[in-house]
């Protein structure tokens, strides 16, 4: 191929990738408009042509570049797509943690994108490889400055300029990706939370102000229980049978205050509401960082917390969650945080396991063996796993349905049984740890609070979809007088009315 004819067919193929790139991003939900600022299609250009232009360097296939580069696409959609029917968000930047967690945690990710569509993109991009490396030579002029090289190097240096220039006039993120997605496209509002992403958490945490209180006898046990997708989901379905949550109801008669709890999260992303209930912050104050705190927690930033506080205070501080500790960078978040230990996965290499997860029973068993030890007061977070999803990985026993409901569910409702199996085990868990704290010399209080909504979009199709608050309740072990309140709240106000309640925080 002579120089000027490897120049020309760089070019062809950077502009096919480009367009190929407009025409994938047709496939989103949210559909990105049409219509957006010149800035967001100058950077989306700018960002396809250096994408492309290195790739070509790379690989010497101009052609095969460019479907390396549309397959990359191809998958981001395909992922966002997944996430917005599970999870109701697009995809963003801080989500690429995906694509590794995936490799680590295959259940947690791969069910939701479909094991045919996985099979299918890792079948298509071999493929891809396959005819890039046998259909396309790589020309004698790879190397010549009239060929190839040049070529990709004026390329990508359009590329880079576009970025440069585009990045200066795009409009600021509002932080609500389907609002960003739509108003600038994937690539354009990927790129304002990478950016996003570099600034500090500079913020008036409330525990940094928040007074010590005067608590009216001695100091008494804090447990914390953030229970998997936990929600009254009775309301789903008029044939759930009621005694379901039975230790739920008791305990909300008997609470300091109960209610709904709207939490920053839906069907996943844990994370979300345990930072929000942790420090009292609100998600909008948070910025790019809402949608993984704990990414900024462990690039340096330590926070005040609900946990710091008591420690101030004199408790000692525990967290516990049965699951790899790297996870959402735990282990390096927590002693931030305020805990001064943290139990994961590791402490449980013998418990029971209910469906593919340490049990909600195990928990119980844990908390109560640390409490029966204790020479003080003692804070213990715990994150349950038992109902953690996919769901429908699991099965159902047909003497469930007999068990759960007074009436069967309609047809294609097997996630919510196997759901509402493990909400009954998370009631007993209830149950285990009131127990526990009652049967102590020294006086208790339990918080009890869900995370977010279930992953059942089958569900909620033929039963209605819920609002996406959970159910919270405080109790302790003396009688509460005058009789328990009804206050709905958000996740930040639940640690400080806790406290309060408790006389712990003034």
Known sequence: MAPDAAFTALLVASSGAIACSLVIERLMTPRPRLLRPASAWALHIGLCASAHAVLTLLLGRPWFAGAALSAFLLLLVLVNNAKMKALREPFVFQDYEYFTDAIRHPRLYIPFLGWGKFIGAASGFVLAVLIGLLGEAIPDERFVWSGQLGAALVVLAGGILLVLVAQRKLPAASFVPENDVRALGLLSSLWLYRAAEQLRLQLAFPFQRLLPGEPAAELPHLVAVQSESFFDARALHPGIRRELLSELDRLQNEALAHGKLQVPAWGANTVRSEFAFLSGIAAEHLGVHRFNPYRAVAAGNAVPTLASHLQ???????????????????????????????????????????????????????????????????????????????????????????????????????????????????????????????????????????????????????????????????????????????????????????????????
């Open 312 to 506: 101030r205070l004199g408790y000692r501080t525990i967290c516990i969650h049965p699951y790899p500790a790297s996870f959402y960078r735990r282990d390096r978040a927590y002693p931030r945080l305020g805990f001064g230990e943290f139990l994961d996965l590791r402490t449980f290499d013998q418990a029971e396991r209910d469906g593919p997860y340490v049990s909600d029973a195990a928990l119980a068993e844990q908390v109560a063996a640390i409490l029966r030890q204790a020479s003080g007061p003692l804070f213990i977070f715990v994150i349950t796993m038992e109902n953690h999803g996919p769901l429908h990985l699991e099965r159902v026993d047909p003497a469930e349905v007999e068990a759960l409901y007074t009436q069967p569910p309609p047809p294609g409702c097997d996630d919510l049984t196997i759901y509402l199996r493990h909400l009954r085990n998370a009631n007993r868990m209830i149950a285990d740890v009131r127990r526990t704290l009652e049967s102590g010399a020294r006086p208790a209080s339990l918080c009890w609070f869900g995370d977010h909504v279930p992953i059942m979009p089958a569900v909620y199709a033929r039963c209605g979809l819920p609002s996406g608050e959970v159910d919270y309740v405080l109790w302790r072990t003396q009688p509460s007088w005058p009789p328990p309140r009804r206050v709905d709240l958000p996740a930040h106000d639940l640690a400080t009315t806790w406290l309060r309640a408790l006389g712990l925080a003034g």
